[in-house]
């Protein structure tokens, strides 16, 4: 419509010139409120691999803290982390912890708008409640243990039982009991199966099994290179299985005890492809020379859509510890193929025994699920006496006498021994058990005495023997901890809640 069309008075005129001067007064402070909130950045730089390239079009970003539009983007310091992003014209962005910084990737068209949302994650939840908490928080920096400590201060659960239960996938179990009357369980996938077993077959019930958070641990690296701080929680066991076995007859491999390589295990098979995925089938050992064992149901157990959105896909260390152990700190080194993490060279009486079956052994990999490490259950140690506890060679005999350090919540997670994502590349006796040196794993175990002491510890055993499976998962540097100021908040009956942005 032209306004020349309307033939008005001139004081019509005036009163028409006024108010479309004021619509266009309050248009612009419309779109000026609009577009402020949008910094334009010109030649943005898009990271591929080692190198950084220019982008081909303009990007315009919007940055929020904790709800609220700011100018820049936070500062680390503050104490908040990247939680998610949107961008138009199917333009995404990959957050890259190390470098504090935004990669836009699929950037083709000028213009292009991205909403890069900060707050506080479960992160730096944690990191806030170990001020409230410090008997059920630590840290294991060496500024805490001194030289039994970690380069990477991870911040974990400790002691007997702290309040790190979470609510996670939502899955369900049938547990049965060796009477009415006793704590002893075992797991079935239905409860036909809980109810005809010829024994754990009382008081069947429908249980969500138990998720808890181990702790923040630092400089984690993800599937694209990013560098930082990931929540790593675990599962109570979903049965027991083999680490790995293999075929005895014919080939040898190792006797048919398996072997000790993580990256083509038989256990992380299913736990990456079928658990990780809620896909049936898969095949499941329990014993030497591929003896199959039926696999849970993996339908009722395995992750969800809303589970594995949690989860990040990192960089696991795989770096074997030796068979007499070590601390904690030893421990630690070792899974990170550091001191003779692949056993190149050392062996019973300090003699090289290479190995035999043809697979070569890394100190990486990348995936999604895993197992707790040994040097987890160490620094989950609580108490007066925590630093005395990691000192000590992690191993049972050598724990024997120390009631102090038997307590710890990630070995009341369960029962029975717990298989762990260590290998361990040397052998008690090589005369008699060659097959060790490819094949040995560690589990742990806890030990109760005829004087009533207690110890807890690692040792040897084949990749083959059957052992609780404990499902461990890293959780995404988005996901936060839903606020609750309840005192039993993280406790069993009120776990920690999750929610992603």
């Known amino acids: 419509m032209k306004l020349s069309q309307y033939k008005e008075k001139k004081k019509s005129k005036k009163l028409i010139i006024v108010v479309v001067a004021i619509v266009f007064l309050i248009g612009g402070i419309i779109l000026e409120k609009t577009f402020a909130n949008f910094k334009v950045q010109k030649s943005f730089k898009v990271m591929e691999g080692n190198f950084i390239y220019e982008g081909s079009g303009d990007v315009i970003f919007s940055f929020y803290n904790n709800g609220k539009n700011v100018s820049t983007i936070p500062k680390k310091e503050e104490g908040v982390s990247f939680l998610s992003s949107k961008c138009s014209n199917n333009a995404s962005v990959k957050w890259y912890d190390n470098l ?9 068209e000028q213009g292009t708008k991205c909403e890069l949302y900060f707050g506080k ?4 939840y944690l990191i806030d409640l170990q001020k409230e908490k410090p008997s059920e928080l630590a840290y294991d920096g060496k500024e805490s243990l001194g030289e039994y400590g970690t380069d990477d201060n991870n911040l974990r659960f400790i002691g007997s039982n702290p309040n790190n239960y979470v609510e996670f996938n939502n899955d369900y179990i049938y547990r049965g009991y060796s009477s ?6 075992t797991d079935y996938n239905s409860y036909e199966e809980c109810t005809s077993a010829s024994s754990y077959n009382y008081n069947c019930e429908k249980v969500r099994p138990a998720w808890r958070i181990i702790g923040v641990m630092n400089n984690i690296t993800d599937e694209y290179g990013s560098i930082g ?3 790593k929680i675990i599962r109570d066991s979903i049965g027991a299985y083999s680490w790995d076995s293999s075929n005895g007859y014919g080939s040898s491999v190792n006797s048919g005890y398996g072997v000790n390589e993580w990256s083509q295990a038989d256990i992380q098979k299913v736990l990456n492809e079928n658990y990780y995925n809620k896909k049936a089938g898969g095949t499941c050992y329990e014993g030497s020379d591929n003896k199959e064992k039926s696999c849970p149901l993996w339908e009722n157990i395995g992750l969800n859509d809303e589970a594995r959105k949690m989860i990040s896909k990192v960089k696991w260390n795989t770096g074997a510890v030796m068979y007499w152990i070590g601390n904690t700190s030893q421990i630690y080194d070792k899974e990170r193929g550091l001191a003779d993490g692949l056993c190149e060279g050392v062996d019973y009486n300090n003699q090289y025994v290479p190995y035999n079956d043809g697979i070569a ?4 990999w990348l995936g999604y699920v ?7 259950y160490g620094y989950s140690l609580g ?3 925590r630093n005395t ?10 724990m024997k006498g120390h009631n102090e350090c038997a307590n710890l919540w990630l070995l009341n997670l369960g029962q029975g021994y717990r298989l762990t994502m260590n290998p361990i590349c040397s052998t008690l006796n090589q005369s008699t058990l060659t097959y060790k040196k490819s094949s040995a794993v560690a589990y742990v175990i806890m030990n109760n005495y005829s004087d009533g002491s207690k110890s807890i510890g690692a040792s040897l055993t084949s990749a083959a023997t059957g052992g609780q499976v404990q499902p461990t998962v890293y959780l995404n540097s988005n996901v936060k901890i839903e606020e609750d100021t309840s005192e039993d908040y993280g406790s069993v009956t009120n776990p920690f809640r999750f929610t992603v942005d």
Do not use: Q
């Open 100 to 108: 504090w910084a935004p990669i836009v990737t699929n950037l083709t």
């Open 121 to 124: 994650s479960a992160v730096e």
């Open 180 to 185: 009415s009357s006793s704590s002893s369980y």
């Open 229 to 231: 701080s990931h929540l």
């Open 361 to 364: 052994r890394t100190t990486e």
């Open 370 to 376: 895993g197992l707790a490490y040994l040097s987890d």
């Open 383 to 385: 108490g007066e006496k």
């Open 389 to 398: 506890c990691v000192s000590i060679y992690f191993e049972v005999e050598s």
